[in-house]
């Protein structure tokens, strides 16, 4: 019975299976932007949608010893092909000044019309944004729709 019940067992593990990317490394805050991955989703079957769609977790760790004492704050930006584009083919315009942050604004500029933020955009309809570190009060808080 014990035998029956492991090869149950390890059939039933390998007929489920999933692909996954995991990324682990350091990035320099000198650089301006930082393409971590391109990858894409299965696409989503609208009748049984909550069971197809696409899972993305991650965590971002600072290795200085005190949150307080960072300096440096980024945007994990998450976007579908369309918005992507536009965000990434304006990584290298800029306006006369040719400063980063006249970069940024072009390429937030499409991202930001859509993109829910508590804090810049609670309006937003789609999940894009993570700003890293995370704030310490939204630790203990899972975000599972734009407008949680």
């Not at 960072?70 to 040719?98: E, I, K």
């Not at 955009?121 to 599972?144: H, I, K, V």
């Amino acid at each position: 019975m014990r035998l029956l019940r492991a090869v149950f067992l390890l059939l039933a593990a390998t007929a489920w299976s999933a692909q996954c990317l995991h990324l682990r490394g350091t990035f320099r805050t000198g650089q301006f932007f930082t393409f971590l991955a391109k990858f894409g989703f299965k696409k989503t079957d609208r009748h049984d949608h909550e069971n197809t769609l696409g899972y993305i977790y991650g965590n971002v760790t600072a290795t200085s010893a005190k949150r307080g004492d960072l300096t440096h704050r980024g945007t994990l930006v998450v976007a579908d092909r369309d918005n992507f584009l536009a965000f990434y083919g304006n990584r290298t315009q800029g306006y006369a000044d040719g400063s980063s942050a006249s970069v940024c604004d072009l390429m937030f500029a499409g991202i930001n019309r859509v993109a829910f933020d508590s804090n810049c955009n609670p309006n937003g309809t789609q999940d894009f944004l993570r700003t890293y570190p995370a704030r310490l009060e939204s630790y203990a808080r899972t975000r599972t729709s734009p407008v949680a």
